[in-house]
């Protein structure tokens, strides 16, 4: 049974729901009617959950306590099966805000990977936006819509995934340019021709690059092709804190690297971009 999502709202049959033991364990089950979800503690009827608000605790049979929630998008991202690395929570949050998608935008990305960024882009752009995936790998491709069709709950008509190299893409291809672009790929410097020609003037380009090669590489190709803004990167550090009396401090693990950001605009045809000043050194 493929889960349906609901964001709100008490449980429904079909609804996908994060069961969390005493010990922080997570369980994931879809609502079933008058099935039952048997765990190590004993049975827990799903019936008792449908119906029931979220945040709720229910016991299973040999007495143990489950929380239950519906799975965040986090959560999906983080639990769903992957054919390719996914852009991790904190990236896609930069990708959505500095690369101002916005509702109605129309959005290009590639590669589709798993799906992940997918799924933050088509929140971000709305009933009215389109995103179109480019994935050269036909079984990446399959992970990326089976993933976004399994968190939506079906494909949302908003979403045009395609088999293909994003370097073979047309404007006529895309039924016109698009407002923003987005690459996670090994080698994003190759597609920035492309890029160029789908993308309209004043759109954001953005990619993410895990390692400074590749960073040097692309943006010497975004300053060599005379028509983006000088291109801004940077990268995002998120460090946890434990907050326990005396014992406030930071979490001693952190993810300390992903990837690096970049973001330029395009330039209306025609036009050179001004030189970036530098002080003058003394
Ligand atoms: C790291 S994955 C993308 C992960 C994705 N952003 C996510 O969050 O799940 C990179 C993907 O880019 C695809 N790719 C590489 N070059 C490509 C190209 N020129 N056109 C389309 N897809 C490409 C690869 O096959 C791979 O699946």
């Known amino acids: 049974m493929r889960a349906r999502m609901p964001y709100s709202g008490p449980f429904q049959a079909g609804d996908r729901v ?4 005493a010990k922080r364990r997570h369980f994931t089950i879809i609502l079933e009617p008058g099935s039952s979800y048997h765990t190590h503690r004993g049975q827990i009827p799903h019936d008792e959950i449908i119906g029931a608000d979220e945040g709720t605790v229910v016991q299973s049979t040999m007495g143990s306590d489950f929380l239950c929630f519906r799975h965040l998008m986090v959560d999906h991202v983080l639990s769903m099966p992957r054919g390719a690395a996914v852009i991790y929570p904190k990236d896609s949050a930069q990708i959505l805000v500095e690369g101002d998608i916005f509702p109605g935008a129309r959005v290009l990305e590639a590669g589709a990977g798993s799906g992940a960024l997918s799924m933050a882009l088509l929140r971000a752009i709305g009933h009215e936006g389109k995103l179109i995936s480019y994935e050269i790998r036909e079984d990446h491709l399959e992970f990326a819509v089976n993933n976004v069709e399994e968190y939506f709950g079906q494909r949302p008509a908003t ?8 370097k073979d893409a047309t404007v006529e291809d895309l039924g016109g340019p ?3 672009i987005v690459l996670d790929m090994l080698e994003p410097w190759e597609c920035l021709e492309v890029s160029k020609n789908l993308l309209i003037p004043g759109g954001v380009f953005m990619t993410y690059v895990a390692t400074v090669p590749q960073l040097m590489k692309v943006m010497e190709g975004l300053r060599e092709l005379q028509c983006f803004t000088e291109p801004r990167a940077w990268e995002s550090l998120i460090r946890d804190w434990k907050v326990e009396g005396l014992a406030t401090r930071p979490e ?13 605009r395009r330039l209306a045809d025609g036009v050179t971009p001004p030189r970036p000043q530098r002080r003058a050194r003394r």
Do not use: E, K
């Open 18 to 21: 994060q069961l969390t033991d």
């Open 159 to 166: 979403w045009d995934p395609r088999l293909g190299d994003l």
């Open 178 to 180: 698009v407002d923003r």
């Open 252 to 264: 001693h693990r952190m993810n300390a690297h992903t990837a690096f950001l970049v973001m330029a």
